[in-house]
């Protein structure tokens, strides 16, 4: 790659200037606020809330705030959100790469990766162990790629400093999701079905990583706030916070909500499968690593699920965003708010997701309620 590849002023046109988004603040600086939030890049993680931030923003606006927890925060897309509105945000999740994607853009003020860097990572060497190409060979993607993702994680040194590492592993997650065939990593292969001529399928990891190196880099900015990003139990998270962001992977009318089996391979590479909980399942055809408990994935435990987390964040303002294909049921969800908040209001508007596993059953899922409920 040429150094040039990585100062493009195209480098993510598609990010910085998302298609298709109505800002309800026309021209106002809350207009200005809510591009940068939109210049977040779109994902493709399951359940993201990234094409509905500007009517999330509308409503928390109107909330006095100054501090947030962004309890499950997933891609990191309200979380940046939140961090583009001035205030000081904690962002938590239980994946170890949503959590590196929150390192990258809400904890880190300042850090970027140099091109220098970029290259100190990208540079061959010898006496690798070549674990991923040796694991995922004839599972993921094509054995360049593998290699360039062994390369990487060999030259890690090549980055100075934890935010750094962040924006490293930031990139690498991106690249995958948008190389891999619709963006999940429950089947083994690279099937010619999906190879349509799109450029996220023509291009290699690299390109995508280096590309993605300069997507990140520019969402990098101090609002003069000390943000958070953790990773764990929502119910181990410290301290109290004005306003607590709730979008739990709430159990779906059909299929399953499991993070941990559409998204493995990224959760391994997020620390090259080192990390405690990362360990492969050699006997599974696509690597898969142990599945951990929510109760947040399972209709005999969800309601209990929630009304702890209501209970633990009784003092601050809660805002939940749901479904109407989640189970529980709305009503159900409403009633147990109200046993802790005075004041209970429910937004609502139509949301098409374009996330799904099946062809036959994504045109019945793809077109839901989406809503807000806040409790002050």
């Known amino acids: 790659m040429g150094s040039s590849a990585i100062h493009r002023s195209d480098v993510a046109a598609e990010v910085l200037a998302p298609r298709q988004i109505t800002l309800p603040f026309a021209g106002s600086a809350e207009e200005e606020t809510l591009r940068r939030a939109c ?4 994902l493709r993680f399951m359940g993201s809330k990234h094409r509905l931030l500007p ?12 501090s947030a927890l962004d309890a499950f925060s997933g891609s990191g897309c309200v979380s940046y959100l939140l961090k583009c509105l001035g205030k000081q945000v904690t962002s938590n999740d239980f994946l170890l790469f949503a959590s590196a994607l929150a390192r990258a853009t809400i904890e880190n003020s300042r850090h970027k990766v140099s091109e220098t860097t970029v290259r100190g990572l990208l540079r061959q060497r ?49 690249a995958c999701l948008k190389r891999q065939p619709r963006g999940v990593f429950t089947v083994a292969g690279d099937p010619e079905r999906y190879k349509d001529g799109r450029r996220d399928l023509r291009m290699s990891l690299e390109e995508h990583f280096i590309e993605s190196i300069g997507v990140f880099n520019n969402l990098v900015f101090s609002n003069g706030c000390r943000n958070k990003a953790l990773c764990g139990d929502v119910f181990d998270v410290p301290g109290q916070h004005d306003l607590v962001y709730l979008d739990p992977p709430y159990v779906p009318r059909t299929d399953d909500n499991c993070y941990v089996k559409r998204y493995h391979f990224l959760e391994g590479l997020a620390s090259c499968w080192r990390a405690e909980g990362t360990e492969i399942l050699h006997h599974t055809k696509v690597r898969k690593i142990p599945k951990r408990f929510t109760p947040f994935s399972y209709r005999r435990t969800a309601l209990e699920g929630f009304g702890r987390l209501f209970e633990r964040f009784r003092e601050s303002i809660l805002v939940l965003s749901y479904s109407s294909n989640g189970y529980p049921d709305l009503e159900v969800l409403v009633k147990l708010m109200r046993s802790f908040k005075r004041g209970v209001a429910i937004h609502e508007r139509g949301h098409r997701y374009h996330f799904g596993t099946h062809a036959q059953v994504s045109s019945r899922r793809a077109v839901v309620r989406e809503y807000l409920v806040i409790g002050e």
């Open 39 to 42: 210049a977040y890049p779109r």
């Open 126 to 174: 010898t006496g690798g162990d070549g674990f991923i190409l040796r694991t995922f060979r004839g599972v993921f993607f094509q054995p360049g790629d593998l290699r360039f993702l062994d390369t990487v994680w060999a030259n890690m040194d090549a980055a100075s400093n934890e935010a750094e590492k962040a924006i490293v592993v930031s990139a690498m997650v991106r």
């Open 55 to 66: 009517w999330i923003a509308g409503h928390l606006r109107r909330l006095s705030f100054e």
